[in-house]
């Protein structure tokens, strides 16, 4: 569920389009370096602002070498995908802490929460993959570390978890403060001395936070952004506390007040003095255990987030709301869990029950508010500003007018990346262009000639450039467009051929092609001609033809294809119909198979709900008919 509906976000409000930190923090400081091949380990090292985002700038060097072009909605599916994998590994660790009274509960909370689309610029933004690699890593170690036994391979992948968290971001060692403080607070309140696994535990948290904080950055520029006050300071946490409310930072004592009652409980449940150091945890003292360790590493998130942040008296961006919806998940999980364990029958635990609801309620009528904002006003104005954005810059690239960047004010509004100057530089630079995306991608050219035996006898006529019928939408400017619609012979009932050379050869795997008109009836043909094999690969659209709107499809090139001239024909034998054509653009591998997958988010958010519903009745249905009934 979570993976579809990323993907659906995606496909309806992305594009490829590199936004705003990715052209200094992926491609100034790294595909740059790459391609020039002066990229070294150290680059990777090097803090962008306050963090050191070593994952996010492998990845997406790793997503470019692979693909061989940059690509931010080929980022922005990845980072669907990192999405869903956390999502199922919370879901997971919840399940197997909260069973068998909440096992379930805890799966949907997750499902619901992660499939909404409020924390919308970790999912459309390909360099935002560094909260995903955060707070995966982060929950990991917070499994690993603080619910494992020290030695064992559970220990061992969260203390690789904690080293991980701290190269994703600047705030990554507090899942290392977390586990620290946590096991602090628990050895006080058990009266028990640590065990040397447990000490050995506390020692290496201790060296991650040490050797983290000896390593911080410092931007004197972001000063600005910092609370200023102690009351600015309460205020900035009261909004991260109060998620989805964040606007309302008075709310924020009623988020975390089923969380508070949980500590107090569970402060209360002193083990028996004269247990055992070794003697296993009850299932309630372990459930509670989970959910206070993460809500004190949320607690912590949501400190930093109000200090380094918390300044202008604004709301947490979007960006930030991954993690501050762990808070409210985890509240919900708390209330839920102090009702169930009242005694059935009682008055008790239908107060307790009731409060629950109640609380439940308020949560979801706030979760819906937050939703409604995004889906009516934030998604839009960002669909739009990329739209624009993307326009301008391919503008730019086609014709070398800087007048299409030098907006003023230079905002994301009119350009991807502020410094238009270092923007620039960047497109105009030979290396980097062979790899910018297919959006802003300069076109194949395409050389007419009269070596392709794609003429008959019934063919009199050549495709024109810009032989289109009026009614047809521009093409966009500087983009040459070959068309069989011909006045002078008839308009649709002319009959054309066009055979010629594509320069230079592409190198990626598939082009994409934007047509229009009657392509896909019988005697229109579209296709490419290896010149050294012959091998061919013919346009299918998917879409029933004659739509007068430019669509988009993708045609393979020839597998024999490598460095011998391809040739483009067209014909159109019809004396009834007419398409056109605009000249290809290169898409990788890898940008045509996370399209694909995008076009299917929807499907496979459906699937996702169908069969993840089912499978959970299913297993509740056979726990019932397993568990014995007493008779009489």
């Known amino acids: 569920m979570t993976l579809g509906a990323r993907l659906w976000l995606v496909e309806t409000y992305g594009n490829d389009l590199p936004y705003w930190d990715q052209w200094d923090g992926e491609a100034g400081e ?325 409060g629950a609801a109640l609380w439940t309620l308020w949560l979801l009528v706030g979760v819906a508010k937050l939703t409604a904002r995004n889906f009516s006003d934030d998604l839009p104005l960002k669909r739009e500003h990329s739209r624009v954005a993307a326009a301008n810059t391919r503008a730019y690239v086609l014709t070398g007018d800087r007048s299409a960047l030098d907006r003023v004010p230079a905002t994301e509004a009119f350009v991807p990346y502020p410094n238009i100057p270092y923007l620039v530089a960047l497109l105009d630079d030979p290396k980097f262009r062979g790899v910018l995306p297919a959006g802003i991608r300069p076109p194949l050219h395409l050389e007419p000639s009269g070596d392709g035996n794609a003429a008959q006898e019934a063919v009199e006529h050549s495709f024109r450039e810009n032989a289109l019928p009026p009614a047809v939408a521009d093409a966009p400017p500087a983009t040459h467009v070959f068309g069989s619609f011909l006045d002078d012979a008839g308009g649709a009932a002319a009959q054309s051929q066009l055979s010629g050379l594509l320069v230079p050869s592409p190198t990626l795997p598939y082009l994409q092609l934007a047509f229009t008109g009657d392509l896909g009836r019988p005697g229109l043909r579209l296709w490419l001609r290896d010149e050294h094999t012959g091998e061919e690969t013919e346009l299918h659209p998917g879409k029933v033809p004659g739509d007068r709107r430019w669509r988009t499809e993708f045609l393979p090139v020839p597998s024999s294809h490598a460095t011998d001239p391809l040739r483009l024909l067209a014909e159109d034998c019809s004396a009834t119909c007419w398409f056109a054509f605009q000249e290809p653009v290169e898409v990788g591998r890898l940008s045509y198979w996370s399209g694909w997958l995008l076009r299917r988010g929807w499907l496979i958010f459906y699937l996702g709900a169908a069969v993840g519903l089912a499978a959970m009745g299913s297993a509740e249905a056979w726990r019932k008919m397993r568990t014995p009934r007493l008779k009489g």
């Open 30 to 354: 790294i595909l740059k370096p790459w391609l020039d091949g002066q990229l070294t380990f150290a680059t990777l090292l090097l803090p962008h602002a306050e963090h050191r985002v070593v994952l996010t700038r492998a990845l997406a060097l790793g997503l470019v070498a692979a693909n061989g072009q940059w690509d931010g909605r080929l980022e922005m599916a990845v980072n669907a995908l990192l999405c869903a994998g956390i999502a199922v590994g919370l879901a997971a660790a919840l399940r197997h802490a909260l069973a068998p009274r909440l096992g379930n509960t805890s799966v949907l909370g997750v499902a619901g929460l992660f499939c909404l689309p409020f924390a919308w610029e970790n999912t459309l933004t390909g360099f935002q993959s560094q909260f995903y690699f955060l707070l995966g890593n982060s929950l990991l170690a917070l499994w690993g570390l603080g619910t494992r036994r020290p030695w064992t391979l559970g220990w061992w992948l969260g203390a690789l978890g904690a080293g991980l968290a701290c190269v994703s971001m600047a705030s990554g060692l507090l899942a290392a403060a977390a586990v620290l403080g946590f096991g602090i607070v628990r050895a006080a309140r058990d009266r028990r001395w640590p065990g040397i696994g447990q000490m050995f535990t506390w020692l290496f948290c201790l060296a991650v936070i040490a050797v983290s904080w000896q390593h911080r950055v410092d931007v004197p520029q972001h000063a600005v952004f910092r609370v200023e006050s102690a009351g600015a300071a309460w205020r900035a946490l009261g909004r991260c506390l109060a998620w989805p409310r964040v606007t309302s930072p008075g709310w924020a004592p009623l988020n975390v007040l089923p969380l508070a009652l949980l500590a107090g409980f569970w402060w209360q449940r002193r083990r028996r003095q004269n247990a055992s150091a070794a003697a296993p945890d009850s299932a309630e003292d372990r459930a509670d255990h989970f959910l206070l360790l993460l809500a004190g590493w949320i607690a912590l998130q949501a400190a930093a987030m109000a200090y380094v942040r918390g300044g202008g008296e604004l709301p947490p961006a979007s960006r930030y709301m991954d993690l501050l919806a762990h808070g409210a998940l985890l509240s919900l999980l708390a209330a839920a869990l102090l009702a169930s364990r009242q005694p059935r029958g009682t008055r008790r635990r239908v107060v307790a029950w009731s």
